[in-house]
Structure formats: C-alpha cells, structure tokens
C-alpha cells in the first residue's frame, strides 16, 4: 500500500512539471485565431455530382419504382417513386425507358439506352 500511494503522488508531481504544457497555452502558430465561422467553410466546399445508373423500372400493384445505382452513395443503391427524394437526388417522372431525376440540382435523363 505504501508504494502505491508513492506512486500516485511521484505521477502527480511529473505532471505538474511539465515542459510542453507551455506550448498549447502561448498558440505558437496562431491556428485559431482569424477562423472563419464553419457554416462560411462548408458553404465554399464543392460535392462532386453524383453518377447514377439507370438499373430498372418496376411496377407493383400501381406503384412505379426507379432503381438507380451509384458507386458514390453509401448505400449504392436507390428506389424511388416519382416525387420522391433521397439525398441530393429527387426523381421527377418515370416512363418505360427513361427516369428523369434532379441530381444535385441539376435535371438529367436517365435512360437504358447506351450512347457510344
């Protein structure tokens, strides 16, 4: 029990004494001060648009369906009816052979065909 509480009190002592506790107290660089507010840095970053991929259209019971694949989104895969919104990405219409979506603010067509 004695050399515990020795112990104890030889730590207590080392880290009072500590060299380097001078350095995050005088800011050495002055990295926090002048920083913008986040909201202003968040503003100024820029997402890449999302690629998407028409997979398939389905119909079920009179529910239209678009599934859509991405390698950009976690989830990789969308389903989603006409009007409806995940993300960045909202689904405007749905025909046969064509999805038009809103990616990111941007309307595009999303289509089976493949154009070489």
């Known amino acids: 029990m004695r050399y515990i509480l020795f112990f104890l009190l030889s730590i207590s002592v080392v880290a009072d004494e500590n060299p380097y506790s001078a350095i995050s107290k005088?800011?050495?660089?002055?990295?926090?001060?002048?920083?913008?507010p986040a909201s202003e840095i968040l503003a100024k970053i820029e997402t890449p648009k999302i690629e998407l991929f028409l997979t398939g259209v389905t119909r079920?019971?009179?529910?239209?369906?678009?599934?859509?694949?991405?390698?950009?989104?976690?989830?990789?895969?969308?389903?989603?009816?006409?009007?409806?919104?995940?993300?960045?990405?909202?689904?405007?219409?749905?025909?046969?052979?064509a999805v038009k979506v809103v990616n990111d603010g941007d309307e595009e067509t999303l289509s089976f065909l493949l154009i070489v």
């Open 26 to 36: 005088r800011n050495a660089f002055n990295l926090t001060e002048g920083l913008p």
């Open 60 to 97: 079920w019971r009179g529910e239209t369906k678009a599934h859509m694949y991405s390698k950009d989104l976690p989830n990789k895969y969308l389903s989603l009816r006409a009007g409806e919104q995940s993300g960045t990405i909202r689904v405007l219409s749905i025909s046969r052979d």
